[in-house]
T-cell receptor
């Protein structure tokens, strides 16, 4: 099992460009999450999903959109990238509340 | 408001010394707390959770509801313990989402 796989690993965008980050899990998990990691701020939740076809906003959702069309995939979109979105993005998944989250390796995004 | 605070950005100790990484939380209900660890060039992984009351890699953490704390302790630090440690709180509702602290980098010197 690959676990949680994130693509791409690195990306550099210019301000205003768009992109999609893909998260795929092969553990049949219901719940999936997107976090961003910034120095001194820990991990902050962007959006999450508690099942196929559902999405919900987290702590810092502005400037991002998500989709969960298939159970195994959770996509994070940036429609018009801004330098404030320079960060490391982590996807995670779990069977449900109260159990361990399984994390991907992260995507390092730089917006210039 | 639900919040997790890790007051130390960096904790530096010598090998063999005791370690205590501090975590305080703010939560009105009955909390579920976790410690996650990120070793260099590895993904974030669960270290332990309070409900299990277990010891992993020599680390323990006790939930103190009176002080709203969940400090991580190890009596004798090893060089391989050097990593970033995050304390996390499971928020209310059945969403499974975690609220993370700011993280503490543990540096164990030889």
């Amino acid at each position: 099992n690959a676990g949680v796989t994130q693509t791409p690993k690195f990306r550099v965008l210019k301000t205003g460009q768009s992109m999609t980050l893909l998260c795929a899990q092969d553990m049949n998990h219901e719940y999936m999450y997107w976090y961003r990691q910034d120095p001194g701020m820990g991990l902050r939740l962007i959006h999450y999903s508690v099942g196929e076809g559902t999405t919900a906003k987290g702590e810092v959702p502005d400037g991002y959109n998500v989709s969960r069309l298939k159970k195994q995939n959770f996509l994070l979109g940036l429609e018009s990238a801004a330098p404030s979105q320079t960060s490391v993005y982590f996807c995670a998944s779990s069977f449900g509340p109260g159990v361990s989250l399984h994390f991907g390796n992260g995507t390092r995004l730089t917006v210039t | 408001a639900q919040r997790v605070t890790q007051p130390e950005k960096l904790l530096s100790v010598f090998k063999g010394a005791p370690v205590e990484l501090k975590c305080n939380y703010s939560y009105s209900g009955s909390p579920e707390l976790f410690w996650y660890v990120q070793y260099s060039r590895q993904r974030l992984q669960l270290l332990l959770r309070h409900i299990s009351r277990e010891s992993i890699k020599g680390f323990t953490a006790d939930l103190n509801k009176g002080e709203t704390s969940f400090h991580l302790k190890k009596p004798f630090a090893q060089e391989e313990d050097s990593a970033m440690y995050y304390c996390a709180l499971s928020g209310s509702g059945n969403t499974g989402k975690l609220i993370f602290g700011q993280g503490t980098t543990l540096q164990v010197k030889p």
